[in-house]
């Protein structure tokens, strides 16, 4: 009888220690483990917290009442490389190293310096385990701005943005390795999506992970940039029945997706919807893994968007009212093309359901993550740690102005001062084209440009322009185009 009970003690005990095993993380680093889910041009309008109708979004609604949406949060421009660029180096548009997108030979964009100290590299060097998995766009494979060089242990995805523009790609890369999807035939058939091949290995490094040290998850999506086009599954079903249509027709699978482009597309607006509803889906399988690994209650999940909603391949976001009321869309500098969805959770930390109007930046993102890993952002950035507003502190520091410029279309400038928002169009060509005005809260839509009743305040914020764009051999922007 002694015996019997002794073995089953014994098996108690080792039972209580496995489980001590798989629940608990490094007990002498208590820091929390960060995932960054960026979207690709989602705009402030296409979520279900901030209006949208016609499209079910539960995962992120869930999230958002897990934790705290920023009401007037903006991405570094409003193109995808620059916008990356500043989220990962601290430094707003007139700074950061990366400010268009550049395409290099034979696959990939310009790529960031060695010399720039991004936010993974810090993370990395505080003794963080980092990975990256979906679309780089900040250098090529074995160049100086790969991201293996630039603090991420892991990739897995996109490395260049040109190839992203297509959902089932001849091939993906998997760190230094090139990863041929053998099914998608050189982009002659469709079978292997890539966005679930993605989550599949990001759902994978979260089980693999290293139990000893906290990680930074970074997951740039896809969805929902163009093109429009997802698995012919359930979710598409759903959404056939809830439009009227017009097909779009564009470069299809085949000789046609040589050319570039997008392909065609016989359901553009259930696509779109499905596109975003997957991109929900993906949102709550990580956080149900993150639940099923006991790392909810010390993990900041952080979710976003790239820039404003884009309008090519067939995309509608009128109809969606993507841009949620703001004006502007993907290339504007007004509200639509740079405001985001931003929602935070870091359960126990952040009150939950609640709103924050701090104005903030992807430039705010560096500081803010070096001081969860507790040691000290670089000086030469523009950014502002918001863990004081996480963290539901009244001592939050703010910006005296936020910048943002745009190298295409004749160049675009925007600066926001309080409420005082001041666009310049044409600013390259130009650059003493007039600046237009707006008051953002009287007229958040940027519908009334008052710069000749304010002729001295859109002067002033014209100074703070010119002095906040630090001219780019690389990158070059005023006159440009002359």
């Given at each position: 009888m002694k015996k019997v009970i002794f073995i089953a003690a014994l098996l108690f005990l080792q039972t209580i220690s496995l489980l001590a095993q798989k629940n608990k993380e490094n007990p002498n680093d208590t820091r929390p483990n960060i995932i960054f889910i960026l979207a690709d041009d989602l705009g402030y309008g296409d979520?279900?917290?901030?209006?949208?109708?016609?499209?079910?979004?539960?995962?992120?609604?869930?999230?958002?009442?897990?934790?705290?949406?920023?009401t007037q949060f903006y991405a570094g421009t409003s193109v995808c490389a620059p916008s990356r660029s500043s989220l990962l180096t601290g430094q707003h548009t007139g700074?950061?190293?990366?400010?268009?997108?550049?395409?290099?030979?034979?696959?990939?964009?310009?790529?960031?310096?060695?010399?720039?100290?991004t936010v993974a590299e810090i993370l990395q060097k505080a003794g963080y385990q980092t990975a990256a998995f979906g679309k780089w766009g900040l250098g090529s494979v074995g160049s100086e701005g790969d991201p293996n060089k630039q603090g991420f242990d892991q990739f897995f995805g996109y490395n260049c943005q040109t190839l992203a523009h297509r959902y089932y790609p001849n091939h993906l890369w998997e760190n230094g390795q090139k990863i041929v999807l053998e099914a998608n035939k050189n982009l002659i058939e469709?079978?292997?999506y890539a966005p679930d091949i993605i989550q599949k290995k990001a759902l994978e490094f979260v089980d693999n992970r290293a139990k000893d040290k906290p990680f930074f998850l970074f997951l740039p999506y896809i969805l929902p940039h163009a093109e429009l086009l997802v698995p012919n599954d359930s979710i598409l079903a759903y959404y056939k029945k809830q439009f009227n249509e017009k097909p779009y027709k564009g470069n299809d699978y085949g000789v046609e997706a040589t050319k570039g482009g997008y392909t065609s597309q016989e359901y553009p607006h259930a696509t779109f919807a499905a596109m975003v509803s997957r991109l929900d889906l993906y949102v709550g399988q990580i956080l149900e893994k993150l639940k099923q690994e006991g790392l909810?209650?010390?993990?900041?999940?952080?979710?976003?968007?790239?820039?404003?909603?884009?309008?090519?391949?067939?995309?509608?976001?009128?109809?969606?009212?993507s841009g949620g009321g703001f004006r502007g869309?993907?290339?504007?500098?007004?509200?639509?093309?740079?405001?985001?969805?931003?929602?935070?959770?870091?359960?126990?930390v952040i009150k939950p359901n609640s709103q924050s109007n701090h104005i903030g930046a992807f430039w705010d993102i560096l500081p803010t993550f070096a001081e969860l890993a507790g040691v000290k952002a670089p000086q030469n950035i523009d950014g502002l740690?918001?863990?004081?507003?996480?963290?539901?502190?009244?001592?939050?520091?703010?910006?005296?102005?936020?910048?943002?410029?745009?190298?295409?279309?004749g160049g675009k400038q925007a600066i926001r001062q309080g409420n005082w928002k001041a666009v310049k169009l044409n600013a390259a060509v130009?650059?003493?084209?007039?600046?237009?005005?707006?008051?953002?809260?009287?007229?958040?839509?940027?519908?009334?440009?008052?710069?000749?009743?304010?002729?001295?305040?859109?002067?002033?914020?014209?100074?703070?322009?010119?002095?906040?764009?630090?001219?780019?051999?690389?990158?070059?922007?005023?006159?440009?185009?002359k």
């Open positions: 979520i279900a917290i901030n209006g949208q109708k016609l499209i079910k979004t539960p995962n992120i609604d869930k999230l958002a009442s897990q934790g705290v949406c920023f700074h950061t190293y990366i400010r268009g997108n550049k395409g290099v030979d034979p696959e990939g964009q310009e790529p960031i310096a060695d010399s720039v100290l469709n079978k292997e909810d209650k010390n993990t900041l999940v952080i979710f976003t968007s790239d820039n404003g909603p884009h309008i090519e391949g067939g995309a509608d976001p009128v109809f969606f009212n869309v993907k290339r504007d500098l007004y509200e639509g093309g740079i405001r985001e969805p931003f929602i935070a959770r870091w359960t126990n740690s918001f863990v004081p507003t996480l963290k539901g502190n009244k001592t939050q520091a703010k910006h005296a102005y936020l910048y943002w410029e745009f190298h295409e279309n130009n650059p003493k084209n007039e600046v237009e005005l707006y008051d953002l809260a009287k007229d958040p839509a940027e519908s009334k440009n008052i710069a000749k009743q304010f002729p001295e305040k859109a002067k002033e914020l014209e100074v703070l322009m010119n002095s906040s764009h630090v001219e780019s051999s690389l990158f070059p922007f005023v006159n440009q185009n």
